[in-house]
Nanobody
Framework: QVQLVESGGGLVQPGGSLRLSCAASTSTLIFRLYDMGWYRQAPGKQRELVAA???????NYPDSVKGKFTIFRDNARSTVYLQMNSLKPEDTAVYYC?????????WGQGTQVTVSS
C-alpha cells in the first residue's frame, strides 16, 4: 500500500503559476519503480490526465496543457511535482496524483486548484 499526499494547491489569479507536490510513503528504492501521473477533475466532468512521467523519466502531456505544465520527479525525496504556468480559469479543478506499478494504482486525496480573479 502506497500513500500519496498532494500539496501546493490554492487560489491563483489568471496567468499565475503553482507548483503541486505529491509525496509517496515509500522508500526511494521502491519509488523509482513507479510510473507517476497527475490528473484533474473539474465539477461535472470526468477525471483527466494532465501529465505523466515514467520511471525512466519520459513524460507525456495532453495537448490542452502542453507547454504550460511540467511534471518532474525527485526520486531521492519520493516526490513528484507538477509545475503549472499561465493558468486559466478552465484549469480550476481538484488535482490528483497517481502511482502505478504493474496492475496496481494508488491515488492521493487531491488538492484544489482555483484560478480566479
Amino acid at each position: 500500500q502506497v500513500q500519496l499526499v498532494e500539496s501546493g494547491g490554492g487560489l491563483v489569479q489568471p496567468g499565475g503559476s503553482l507548483r503541486l507536490s505529491c509525496a509517496a510513503s515509500t522508500s526511494t528504492l521502491i519509488f523509482r519503480l513507479y510510473d507517476m501521473g497527475w490528473y484533474r477533475q473539474a465539477p461535472g466532468k470526468q477525471r483527466e490526465l494532465v501529465a505523466a512521467i515514467t520511471r525512466g523519466g519520459s513524460t507525456n502531456y495532453p495537448d490542452s496543457v502542453k507547454g504550460k505544465f511540467t511534471i518532474f520527479r525527485d526520486n531521492a525525496r519520493s516526490t513528484v511535482y507538477l509545475q503549472m504556468n499561465s493558468l486559466k480559469p478552465e484549469d480550476t479543478a481538484v488535482y490528483y496524483c497517481k502511482s502505478s506499478l504493474g496492475s496496481k494504482d494508488y491515488w492521493g486525496q487531491g488538492t484544489q486548484v482555483t484560478v480566479s480573479s
